[in-house]
């Protein structure tokens, strides 16, 4: 008999026994449009983002601890190309990946930080690491397809893919110079209103433009975090020439607190139309600020997320939803109830049902069985001084027999 359990069981019929909460299921989501995939989450047209938003959803449900389908899974797995390359979409995966398919660096650092999260791809995971390295720019970044120029954003989203697959992005290098060399050529000077901005890229004339998306990508990147990132040590955000990653990641919070203090969100310009609020890229600048100097740093633009998001999200689907998720994580806040809305079911319900938690062993069962605040050999001891008691008593009451 497990030790444990026989120790709490005995000591529990001269003290007290110990219950366990039960734990309550979530129920069942609807599947995905029969027209789609099996497997794929969202109801959209997947041929520019599939790969990218079944990864994001995987991953914000790992980071939730739901255990996506298994369908979903091997969805993305099979979108593979025999390289390691992934597209942002694959009709029919009995083609052949040639060079009619545009296989991209997002969509696959996006997978590569999925199928790590979740386990036991090691060899999906391995070969898209190897095609990663192998399209590495001179530079040392990296562009969205092969032999593009470096920009900020999918420079960033390798940076994460490495890191979560163990290698050190600082010796992943091309000619000598590595992801973080590529960043912060990207990233603007302390100077004037742009100051401490990243770029996308530079123009035709090399001239760099300051770009709120790029910096809040820009400040993971130069982390060396990924698209998931738990809120950092509490730190002041302030612009200095940047020598080193770390700095240019303090220069980019510290455009990304400017941009936000009047409203508290970022705002997308469309030509002829008024601008309109980025709920996308405001959840990523909560990631990075809360990355770089904690959860109190991304505390307006977060609950201007939590008050304005939830009509956003639901029109735009798993994508949105795990961007929230991850806002969420990086703040510590409850993804469950995020402004009233429950992210985590309403992602789950955009594709196939998660799996069930998986039941417990038996050793499992005692081991949870056996927990209680005091500890077992606090029962023991119990036990012990009991016995002791009764040992004395027995005692006296003899010698008081004899007198």
């Known amino acids: 008999m497990n030790v444990r359990r026989s120790a709490a069981a005995l000591a529990a019929t001269v003290v007290l026994g110990a219950t366990a909460p039960a734990m309550a299921a979530d129920s069942p989501s609807p599947s995905p449009s029969a027209a789609l995939p099996k497997g794929l989450y969202g109801t959209t047209d997947p041929t520019y983002d599939g790969v990218w938003r079944q990864s994001l959803a995987l ?59 979740l386990g036991g791809h090691d060899a999906v995971t391995g070969k898209a690491v190897t095609w990663l390295k192998s399209v590495q720019n001179k530079d040392g970044g990296w562009g969205y397809t092969p032999g593009g120029a470096s920009d900020t954003n999918s420079t960033s989203v390798v940076v994460g893919a490495l890191a979560a697959a163990g290698e050190k992005p600082a010796e992943v290098t091309k000619d000598g110079r590595s992801p973080y060399d590529a960043l912060l050529s990207l990233a603007l000077p302390c100077e004037g209103d742009d100051a401490g901005a990243f770029a996308y890229q530079p123009d035709k004339k090399g001239k760099l433009a300051a770009n709120a998306d790029a910096t809040a990508a820009g400040v993971i990147g130069a982390l060396g975090k990924g698209l998931v990132a738990g809120p950092g040590a509490k730190a002041e955000a302030t612009c200095a020439k940047a020598g080193s990653p770390e700095q240019a990641a303090a220069n980019g919070a510290a455009y990304l607190t400017r941009v936000l203090a009047e409203d508290g969100h970022l705002v997308s310009a469309l ?26 740093a991304a505390a307006k633009p977060l609950r201007w997320l939590e008050g ?32 009233g809305t429950d992210l985590v079911a309403k992602l ?40 002791v008691g009764i040992g004395f008593l027995l005692s006296r009451r003899t010698k008081g027999g004899r007198a």
Do not use: I
């Open 59 to 117: 991953l914000a449900q790992h980071t939730a601890k739901v255990r996506p389908a298994a369908s979903a899974v091997d969805w993305l797995t099979g979108q593979q190309c025999p390289n390691g390359a992934f597209a942002a979409y694959r009709a029919d995966t009995a083609e052949a990946c040639d060079a009619k398919v545009m296989v991209d660096s997002n969509s696959t650092a996006a997978a590569v930080q999925a199928l790590t999260a």
């Open 271 to 296: 030509p002829g139309a008024d601008d309109q609020p980025d709920y996308g890229n405001t959840a990523d600048a909560v990631v990075a600020l809360a990355a770089r100097g904690g959860a109190g």
């Open 308 to 339: 304005n998001a939830g009509a956003w999200a639901e029109q735009n689907g798993p994508a949105a939803y795990a961007q929230l998720v991850f806002a969420a994580h990086a703040t510590g806040t409850d993804p469950r109830d995020f402004g």
């Open 348 to 387: 789950n319900a955009t594709g196939p049902a998660p799996q069930k938690a998986a039941e417990p062993s038996a050793d499992a069962q005692e081991e949870k069985d056996d927990d209680s605040p005091f500890g077992v050999w606090w029962y023991v001891g119990v036990f012990l001084v009991v016995g």
